[in-house]
């Protein structure tokens, strides 16, 4: 019989406290940094932004993970909003 004691893991209260807030809030800023960008950005459609909203909300983690991966490039440059508000107001 093979015997683990070998494996001696000591974490104190401090580790332990430290390991639950770095994983318990990581997942909780990720997902709030996505809806307030998804919120504060303009995208190629509303159909996209909604899309986007829906899946962060509906399944958060996997969804603020993938709108990290995909969903930031279909956002809207900032140059080209203000390039459009500029012709928009020059004809």
Same mark, same amino acid.
């Given at each position: ?21 770095? @994983?318990?809030? *990581? ?13 504060? *950005? ?12 829906? @899946?962060? @909300? ?14 930031? *490039? !279909?956002?809207?440059?900032?140059? @080209?909003?203000? !390039? $459009? ?5 020059? $004809?």
């Amino acid at each position: 019989m093979h015997n683990l004691a070998f494996i001696n893991i000591n974490l104190g209260t401090t580790e332990v406290v430290t390991a639950f807030l770095i @994983l318990g809030w *990581s997942p909780i800023l990720l997902i709030a940094y996505c809806l307030i960008d998804i919120l504060r *950005s303009r995208f190629r459609g509303r159909i996209i932004k909604l899309t986007w909203l829906s @899946l962060v @909300l509906v399944v958060p983690v996997i969804g603020a993970v993938l709108y990290m991966v995909a969903g930031k *490039s !279909q956002k809207v440059s900032s140059r @080209l909003i203000h !390039q $459009a508000d500029f012709e928009r107001i020059a $004809a």
